[in-house]
């Protein structure tokens, strides 16, 4: 393409009379060394620009939520897709927005089926049961996967069926982290995090949140009762919003992204007089 310029360049010169002998013409020389400088300048600068926004890597790709905010893709079964099982789901964006039958395709997509089978199993055998510290019934647990900045998504038709797939291998390992809580705060969570004010601490383990008879208390207990029958499980966190709710939650060894470290290991403890 830069050649296809240089040539039209030079075809522009002839045109003009500046071409052939032209050159040797003291009058024209000028002329002819400041057109060709042009020229170049010219194609140089559409080479860049063309070079940066002119050729995308796939252009069926695009990038959804924010750039500094937080997404959670929330998986709830399997889906074979080019020929492989992939987690499907939910994409929360950072703003409530949720685009339902996504898929994660790519880097840990067989990481989170594992881990999404295991709070499934736990669920199956804890729901329904007593907490023995507040007296409540276990309620269902969730895993979800938070994404730092904008995610990358590609529009897909599978047996007549439009999908979001996440192309999981273009996100950076720093920026997803993986987390379990309670399946119906999952969007006050991804909520939470996109509000400034929002801060993780842990639970110590004499903590009164433990035996408040409420939900709360139910699963702050429950996060760290799944822990010991998953090994990548870490339970006893809760993040505080400013208006002084808390959210109880746990996280997963094996996602846990470094750029998400002020969740995934909270530097604090609460501390709650009641």
Known sequence: ??????????????????????????????????????????????????????????????????????EAFVPHDTINYNGHIDPEGDLILNNGTILHNTVLDGQYANTIIQNHNQIVQLNNQFVGQTDPVNHQQYVPLQDFYVIKGQVP???????????????????????????????????????????????????????????????????????????????????????VQSTGTIIPYGTFDNIQGAYLSNFTLPQQLYNSSS
């Open 153 to 239: 998504v590609e529009q897909v038709t599978i047996n007549g069926q439009t999908y979001y797939v996440i192309e999981a291998d273009k996100i950076n390992p720093a920026n997803i982290a993986g987390f379990y809580t309670y399946d119906k705060w999952i969007p006050n969570f991804v909520a939470a995090i996109n509000t400034p004010g929002t801060y993780a601490a842990g639970l110590p383990g004499n903590s009164p949140v433990f035996t408040w008879p409420n939900t709360t208390g139910t699963v702050a207990y429950q996060t760290m009762l799944y822990e010991h029958y998953y090994p990548y499980l870490n339970g006893g966190a809760v993040l």
């Open 1 to 70: 393409m830069f050649i296809c310029w240089m040539v039209s360049g030079f075809m522009v010169l002839r045109s003009l009379g500046l071409g052939g002998a032209a050159f040797t013409n003291p009058h024209n020389r000028n002329k002819v060394r400041y057109a060709l400088i042009s020229i170049v300048i010219a194609a140089f600068a559409l080479l860049v620009l063309f070079g940066i926004h002119g050729l995308p890597s796939n252009e069926n790709i695009q990038y959804v939520g924010s750039p500094n905010g937080y």
